[in-house]
């Protein structure tokens, strides 16, 4: 499968292909160590080509396009040296001079190794950039390294991404780059973001300026040397459930301080994707101490409906820091649709196959209670479709994704996704969680996505 391998060697070794283009691949295929091998979606990994120019080649009549769509919708806005070029063609090979053209420019004019970086791996032991990294795990899972520099990272190792349950119990080690003054102590900051406790530790370079941290697997903030600033650790919308295309929405960006305390300071928010216009673009940003964090407002508006994602950048105090929001179009109210707790309804499989199944546990009385594991169900036809559950409620635990392989249908090797999502015990009842669901609908080669606003009360358990 060379179009899904192209893309695939790039993303693995970005630091050593200069650029890669596909024509018409596959989006997905399970890839990793034998035994626990991991399902690997194009889509959802465009932050590994920091440094690499990509081409995508597509077709009009191409039984692949839809899945070629998806990968644009978030390429074209957060792989920062990503093209694309359509064919009224079926699958095949078109350009090709046009392409050639593409590798000759990369190879004349190449990328210089970036600043800042991320990478995303599904091997317990990698290479990157300079950075070694590994891991005792032994499951499936992907060792998530994000905005990596001389001053630090984020990392995490979870079962998917980007929203996947992290794995906490895994021993990770990173090593720098050689980056540091030989045999210099360096103070490194390590702060777990579930609770924002903190732990710092004096790290000797060696004799090459290399540095080690070990790590475990959960979501954490590394801080290094005197030079640690600040990351943007997420964000919520204000006065609305989700982010939505077409009209301005308010993003309460979550700011952390990794380093030494810092005096307040102005925030410019800027983007390089098209169509998104950005309000009062300066803002102000509180004081912190270390592990203090404040929240600062981005209002944006996002003109057209064919992304789902906008990447900004917050430049203050020598950093630019990027934040990746979310965007969905408009949905409507969703009436009928079921709660499955562990209740048997007909759903579709393999795209258009009825299946009695049983979804979710719990008390199976077709409400969402607390303690309880839900999927959501929108009716279709004769029977139901599960959906993917989108919205950041704080009562939902969405980290659990299922897949509906669509193969035997569309001849393509993908999925669709769907999410058991948990209830969490401690949700109050009466308490109305604001839903944004998703399925995927299909219609070979254009399937489409059907999205839904759902209210789902909290009730006590039976």
């Known amino acids: 499968m060379g179009g899904f391998m192209s893309l695939w060697v790039a993303g693995k070794y970005p630091h050593l292909v200069s650029s890669a283009s596909s024509f018409m691949p596959s989006s997905e295929f399970f890839v990793g160590p034998r035994g626990f091998d991991v399902e ?6 465009s932050g590994n080509y920091d440094g690499v120019r990509t081409r995508l080649v597509t077709g009009s009549r191409d039984f692949i396009q839809f899945y070629h769509r998806r990968m644009n919708a978030t390429w074209l806005f957060t792989a920062p040296n990503h093209e694309t070029e359509d064919f009224d063609l079926d699958h ?46 032994r499951s499936p899972g992907i060792t998530v390294l994000e905005n990596v520099s001389k001053s630090g990272f984020r990392s995490s190792v979870r079962e998917w991404i980007p929203g996947g349950a992290v794995l906490p119990q895994v021993k990770l080690s990173v090593t720098t780059d050689r980056l540091y003054t030989p045999r210099s102590v360096q103070n490194v900051n390590i702060l777990q973001l579930r609770d924002l406790t903190t732990r710092s530790v004096a ?11 070990d790590l475990d697997g959960a979501e954490q903030e590394v801080g290094i040397g005197p030079a640690a600033g600040l990351a943007v650790t997420g964000y919520r919308v204000e006065g609305a459930p989700w982010a939505a295309v077409g009209r301005p929405v308010l993003i309460k ?17 800027e983007t390089t994707n098209p169509g998104v216009t950005i309000s009062d673009a300066v803002v102000k940003l509180a004081a912190l101490a270390l592990r203090a964090s404040a929240e600062a407002p981005l209002v944006l508006t996002v003109a057209d409906e064919s992304r789902e994602i906008v990447r900004v950048f917050a430049v203050v105090g020598g950093q630019r820091i990027p934040l990746d929001v979310r965007v969905y179009p408009a949905a409507e109210a969703a009436a009928d649709f079921r709660i499955a707790d ?27 209670s607390p303690g309880e594991n839900i999927a959501i169900l929108l009716p279709d036809g004769e029977g139901y479709r ?20 669509w193969q035997d249908y569309d001849h393509v090797g993908a999925s669709a996704k769907y999410t058991v999502a948990s209830i969490r015990a401690n949700c109050a009842t009466g308490h109305v969680i604001h839903l944004l669901v998703r399925v995927q609908m299909p219609d070979k080669p254009n399937h489409r996505l059907r999205y839904a606003a759902i209210d789902l009360p909290v009730v006590a358990a039976q």
């Open 40 to 45: 690997y979606r194009h889509e959802e990994m």
């Open 253 to 269: 960006a979550r700011f952390l301080n990794k380093g030494a305390a810092m005096a307040a300071q102005t925030v410019r928010w």
């Open 342 to 368: 562990s209740k048997a309804y007909p759903v579709y499989r393999r795209a258009t196959e009825l299946q009695e199944l049983t979804l979710g546990s719990g008390n199976a009385d077709g409400r969402a």
């Open 92 to 137: 095949g090979t078109p350009g090709i001079a046009k392409t050639l053209d593409f590798h000759m420019r990369a190879f004349a004019n190449p990328l210089p190794k970036p600043a800042t970086w991320s990478h995303s791996d599904v091997y317990p032991f990698f290479d990157v950039w300079g950075w070694s990294v590994s891991s005792n795990r």
């Open 203 to 213: 790290a000797k370079a060696d004799v090459e300026g290399r540095i080690t941290i």
């Open 386 to 405: 599960a959906a993917e559950i989108l919205t950041d409620d704080f009562c939902v635990d969405r980290s659990t994704r299922q897949s509906d392989a």
